[in-house]
């Protein structure tokens, strides 16, 4: 009892004197306390980060059918898994200092990233040397930036399933999590032409991140076909509902607290009463974004359907939240609001557009994540001063041509060498049976 009086007491003057102090003595944080401040925001933002993992997975477990949810689940577990890896190995380097794959480096030549394994610092860091850091470990940073590689895996997961096999999509991703993601990425985020010469803004990743992954996912969605009985003839459309509606809605708060670990990690600093202010305000607007969307998805569906669509709010506040995520903090509540709501639009209006094209994207990650990323990446233009039209439209541009060029490449190596679809047979029985050997509700699977 008298060391937790003790340590109550110790904080209560450390708080009394911090607020006693002129402004200009709480802004001058040691060097120290703003490296463990911007440490603590990386760390605990990339705990949040990775538990959009689990998101994805209930929400595609919920939205297949029955029969393929373990499959979902072990793509998940397994992608992210996979995505650490990889990143290790080549990813992180190759994203910094990145430069620029190929071109536009700083000096005006060529540059081709830097092949090699993550290090970190070494164990023990004396304090003195706190001078010679950098703004935050290693570490942290490492360990941030690998989860934004692995949530562009995600996305592609949720498009592709109930027909791709196992070992091509998870081969697919250790080329998309170690090479494209990364390479793409320096472009922007590793110093890059993007950044240097064309003034690109993507705060947290909009395009860098999530249109990425939607990209991937529209070209295999194409390469792959879509489901049996899904499309028929004579061009009628034969809707193939979810097996588990609380499920997927838990996977969408789950991945809804998550963004609040992408988002405002993204502000990439702690240390100081403007950053931390900054860290607040985008974590208001970026759940306005998410309520933004989900209800103009509601309200839309009520007006079009006469009935809601609870996938459809769903998945508009998941495009809410990627269509803020281009820039979260300059936003007003009541823009980051709008924003959000023009996503859950996109999502409603487009998702019968790719039933109509006959692209059959099983979640809606296509409208969520590469749409509303367009969209998000776009509505940067709206509110903040320093964004051109050409420099974000070009970005957006770049980044899909390279992203559908090699994805297509990829996709199609992989159904030549050993075929990316499943039979008709394992189609109708299920993937749980056939891939993974262990159904998700024996009980009560059906055919």
């Known amino acids: 009892m008298k060391n937790k009086i003790t340590i109550t007491s110790l904080c209560s003057l450390f708080a009394l004197g911090a607020l006693t102090l002129p402004a200009a003595a709480q802004d001058a944080v040691p060097v120290q306390s703003v490296f463990i401040f911007n440490t603590l925001l990386f760390l605990i933002s990339g705990v949040l980060v990775m538990w959009m993992a689990a998101g994805f997975a209930m929400l595609e477990a919920g939205m297949v059918r029955s029969k393929n949810a373990s499959m979902q689940l072990t793509k998940n577990i397994s992608l992210f898994s996979i995505a650490a890896i990889m990143y290790y190995l080549i990813g992180y380097?190759?994203?910094?200092?990145?430069?620029?794959?190929?071109?536009?480096?700083?000096d005006g030549g060529g540059y081709l990233g830097a092949f090699g394994v993550a290090v970190l610092e070494a164990v023990g860091i004396a304090p003195e040397a706190a001078d010679d850091l950098s703004y935050a470990s290693t570490a942290s940073d490492f360990f941030f930036q690998l989860m934004f590689c692995a949530t562009t895996a995600s996305i592609v997961s949720g498009t592709l399933a109930e027909r791709i096999k196992l070992w091509p999509f998870l081969i697919f991703t250790v080329v998309l999590t170690g090479l494209l993601y990364p390479i793409q990425a320096s472009w922007k985020w590793g110093g890059g032409f993007l950044h240097t010469q064309l003034g690109f803004l993507d705060f947290a990743g909009s395009t860098v991140v999530h249109s990425v992954g939607g990209w991937a996912a529209l070209t295999g969605a194409i390469i792959l076909g879509a489901r049996r009985g899904k499309y028929g003839d004579n061009g009628e459309i034969h809707p193939i509902?979810?097996?588990?509606?609380?499920m997927a809605t838990l996977g969408t708060f789950i991945l809804w607290l998550g963004w609040f670990g992408f988002n405002g990690g993204s502000q990439l600093a702690a240390g100081s009463v403007g950053d931390i202010t900054d860290v607040s305000r985008i974590f208001a607007n970026t759940n306005a974004g998410a309520?933004?969307?989900?209800?103009?998805?509601?309200?839309l569906t009520q007006i079009i359907y006469k009935k809601v669509d609870i996938t459809m709010v769903l998945n508009?506040?998941?495009?809410g939240l990627v269509s803020i995520t281009a820039e979260p903090l300059t936003p007003s509540l009541g823009s980051a609001t709008l924003i959000g709501a023009i996503g859950g639009v996109i999502v409603v209006f487009s998702v019968p557009l790719l039933d109509k094209l006959k692209i059959d994207d099983v979640v809606g990650a296509i409208p969520v994540h590469l749409f509303a990323g367009i969209w998000g990446t776009i509505a940067v233009l709206f509110t903040n001063s320093e964004a051109t039209p050409y420099g974000q439209i070009a970005s957006i541009i770049i980044v899909g041509v390279f992203m559908v060029v090699t994805s297509s490449v990829v996709w199609l190596i992989l159904q030549g060498v050993m075929g990316l679809r499943v039979s008709e047979d394992e189609e109708l029985l299920g993937l749980d049976k056939e891939e993974i050997g262990i159904e998700a509700y024996p009980e009560f699977t059906k055919i």
């Open 241 to 246: 509902p979810g097996s588990n509606m609380p």
């Open 291 to 299: 309520a933004g969307g989900a209800v103009a998805a509601l309200l």
């Open 316 to 319: 508009g506040a998941l495009a």
């Open 93 to 106: 380097n190759l994203m910094y200092p990145g430069g620029a794959w190929f071109i536009g480096s700083d």
